[in-house]
């Protein structure tokens, strides 16, 4: 029987925890915050993707703890820890060299190492591998070393980790032997690549895809905001296409852990080779823009009300940065809250999957409540089971980033 190990018990080493324990693995999984490790025992799941009864069933088989010490007991250890930037937007790497300089304590022979977390190329084999050597272990001959990306999108049930096909690069093929053999357990397809590097950039790859894409379709956005065309009426035009079109919808920006951040990984990166990535660096900033372009619309549409940003009393519908998901990390509805809060304006909000922004000192009202007396409602993230038709009746004005209105006529309706 396989035991795996896991570092960092959050949206990727939780349900990866799940799943290998329900084909029956043993799971020792390490996390510094002991109330995820008091959670995880006590089979209360704080990840929306794993349901409570999902992670009592297999509560048995997860040894959860804040004590590397634990990790001995592994074949493999999956290290899923944050890779956030710094103030400065440059890649910082505390959180997993943290982490690998303690699993470096506790490595023992005979064991598989496989980091998960999204990195520049290079990661797996100039960071991590000397330091694991510390050890007194050789990657490839005492202990193998590999690189898998984690291609979870939270809030989807159609794509799950074991239909998801799963790309490995290992230090050397029998490293990619390890880490294939101990996916399998879990995933349908693994595709197999040459090396770390070649997994690192992959996942950056896919990422940097996205950013690029949906900066694309901000851009026509605001453009055909200024020409009076309305941008949804052309994407769904333009994905009539059978080939060659892939559809990317406009927005208020980009949040959650990857889209924002992942991308500048690979900018910091490229300038080490004499290169600056034009792409990722004109998509970041055409989708940091949104947030403002997004206030502005606001600010327009009180306007034709008469009304002032000043004291106008703003309903927000939707604070997480995608729909069916709690997570407000890098959410631009927080950028677009701080910029009305700034002009003057009186933000309330309603968001099912977000009780509360205590940051911004704000707690989710009812819809109805949220509603009362709005001068504007504003729907920054579309969470499926939300009467969004209510803003309309209940609001002077809606102001819709996300397309929910269309194809209805509502009169008092603004999009993006
Ligand atoms: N969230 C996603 O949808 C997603 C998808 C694909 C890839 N990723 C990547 O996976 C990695 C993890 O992301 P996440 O969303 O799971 O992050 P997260 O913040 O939800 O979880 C990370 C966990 O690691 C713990 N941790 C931090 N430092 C540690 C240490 N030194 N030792 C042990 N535990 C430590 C934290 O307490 C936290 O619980 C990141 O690189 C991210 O880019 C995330």
């Known amino acids: 029987m396989t035991t795996v190990g896991i570092v960092g018990l959050g949206y990727v080493g939780l349900p990866l925890a799940v799943a290998f324990a329900q084909e029956g693995c043993e799971v020792v999984a390490v996390d510094l915050d002991a109330r995820k490790v008091q959670a995880v025992a006590a089979g209360e799941s704080y990840i929306e993707d794993v349901p409570d009864a999902a992670l009592m069933q297999v509560r048995e088989r997860i040894h959860a703890s804040t004590r590397y010490a634990q990790l001995q007991q592994a074949d493999a250890v999956l290290v899923c820890v944050p890779t956030p930037l710094t103030r400065n937007r440059e890649p910082d790497l505390g959180p997993l060299l943290d982490a690998t300089r303690a699993l470096a304590k506790v490595l023992r022979a005979g064991q598989l190492v496989v980091l998960e977390s999204t990195t520049y190329p290079g990661t797996t084999r100039e960071r991590m591998l000397p330091i694991l050597e510390e050890s007194g272990l050789t990657a490839g001959e005492d202990f193998h070393l590999a690189f898998s990306p984690e291609r979870v999108d939270p809030g989807r049930t159609d794509h799950t980790l074991r239909n998801t096909p799963k790309v490995l690069g290992g230090l050397t093929d029998a490293c990619a032997d390890r880490a294939q053999a101990l996916y399998g357990l879990v995933c349908d397809e693994l595709v197999r690549v040459s090396s770390p590097e070649a997994a690192e950039l992959t996942k950056l790859l896919e990422n940097i895809f996205r950013s690029v894409n949906i900066a694309l379709v ?146 989710s009202l009812p819809l109805g409540e949220a509603l009362r007396d709005a001068d504007l409602a504003l729907i920054v993230t579309a969470h499926p089971g939300v009467a969004h038709a209510l803003a309309a009746e209940r609001a002077r004005v809606v102001v819709d980033l996300r397309g929910v209105t269309r194809g209805a006529t509502v009169a008092n309706a603004v999009r993006l």
């Open 218 to 363: 901000n851009e026509l956005a605001m453009l055909t905001d200024r020409m009076g065309i309305d941008i949804w009426e052309v994407v769904d035009a333009a994905a009539s296409k059978p080939y060659g079109f892939m559809r990317f919808d406009p927005g208020p920006g980009m949040g959650g852990h990857c889209l924002p951040v992942d991308p500048f990984y690979l900018s910091w990166r490229a300038r080490e080779f004499g290169m600056t990535t034009e792409f990722i660096e004109l998509a970041g900033k055409v989708n940091q823009q949104m947030p403002y372009h997004c206030v502005m619309k606001v600010e327009r549409a009180l306007n034709d009300e008469g009304l002032p940003a000043r004291g106008a009393r703003i309903a927000v519908l939707g604070v997480s940065y995608k729909p069916g998901v709690g997570d407000v990390r890098e959410s631009p509805a927080l950028k677009i809250i701080a910029l009305l809060r700034a002009l003057g304006a009186e933000l309330v909000y309603h968001d099912p999957h977000v009780p509360e922004l205590p940051e911004l000192d704000l707690r």
